[in-house]
């Protein structure tokens, strides 16, 4: 059976590559009719946040990323204890006593003779007696015995590597009993948790000889590996905060829907033969297969979050959307009129590319506008020709019925006032009602803000020309 995992460490929140990476194996999971477990390594104490646990579990759910189990390595250091003991007792783990200084001469005398630094093994060879004497003086950690050999993994992604583990040496499986190391706890719960494919991020690689020692010391089932390519930014260097929001909960904040992420991430380092880009999180299990990933690395683009997510935005109806942001319309803008607000997404979910923009850009039906007199000013005409066109503007508005008072009739009347350069009374009425260069049509605007604020903002504009 297909096992997966998502193995964070909760050192920080859940960015685009973890999501990637825990995409990936839920697809491959749900593909296979297998399953998938997120497990959180939290065995380094000092580093592991438990409010980053929380924003990896909340941000995969909300990505609709689920999971079938979920373990937390801080819950199973018996288990590594015991195994550590196990392997004590075999003689394939002992402990080592060299402190920091001593380490640093065994590494300088091995450069002075051209040997790649890696431990000497010199713990290894301690009598009984020096083991219980420096138990009484010294702190220890505990290695692995490493065979000297060329190890041979198929990356079901890079194909054949070889590591050759003379380079590694005897390495640290663990700081203490109670302090297993990553290189040990990944591997035995990977084994014991039956997991067959690990996917995980090519900065693993190096890693997976280390795990491989470590199962075979233990004669556990080693899995397959397929390590993902890394994840660029567009000037091609590691992706960072620099290049914007890219954690999932940011994003979220940022009005981004999970579709387009989802949608998004699919596409960063996998794609099917085709050109095909748009996939609902169904259509991506169906579609999705390890071949297809890419070797070389994917490159993060804005832009195309974006487009995703504007894509997304477009396919919604105004209500869903209503219910996606009501409860920040209303924080943000004290209101709490429904059908005003839904008014409001109809009109102008066709320009937002996020939540965040539609509701922050709809200002201007929630508060009067702040704007410079010269922005009223249509194509170099003289102020005092703009403010006659919106004191004819007012009039017409005054004219028309309360119940007339719609966009067709609007445009319709105003249109007349200036039937050969039309900017000159539309350009004026649209700052008048926002502020703005450019926003949906004033006349839908006009009849959403209804007659009594539509001719208040205007009566201000001609004040700020006076
Ligand atoms: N805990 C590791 C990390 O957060 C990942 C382990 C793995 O996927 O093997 O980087």
Redesign the pocket.
Known sequence: MVVTRF???PTGKLHLGGARTALFNFLFARKNKGKFILRI?DTDKERSKKEFEEDIKNSLLWLNIEFDSFFRQSERIETYKELIKKLQSEGKVYKCFCTKEELEAQKLEQISQGIAPRYSGRCSKLTKEEISFFERTRSYVFRIKVEPQKLEINDLIKGKVIFDTLLIGDFIIAKSEEEPL?NFA?PVDDALMGISH?I?GED?LSNTPKQIIVLKSLNMPIPQYAHLPMILSKDYSKLSKRHGATSISELKEEGFLPEAIINFILLLGWHESSDREIYSLNEAIEAFSLERIQKKPAVFNEKKLIWFNRYYLLRKSPSEILSLTYKDFKEKYNFQDESYILKIINLAKERASTLKELIENSFYFFEEPDYKPELLIWNKAPSTAIKEFLEKTLNVLEGIEEKEFNPEKIKLELSKLSPNDLGLVFWPFRVALTGLEASPGPFEIASILGKERTIQRVKKAIEKLS
């Open positions: 193995a964070p460490s390594e990553f990944t690990v995980r693993h």
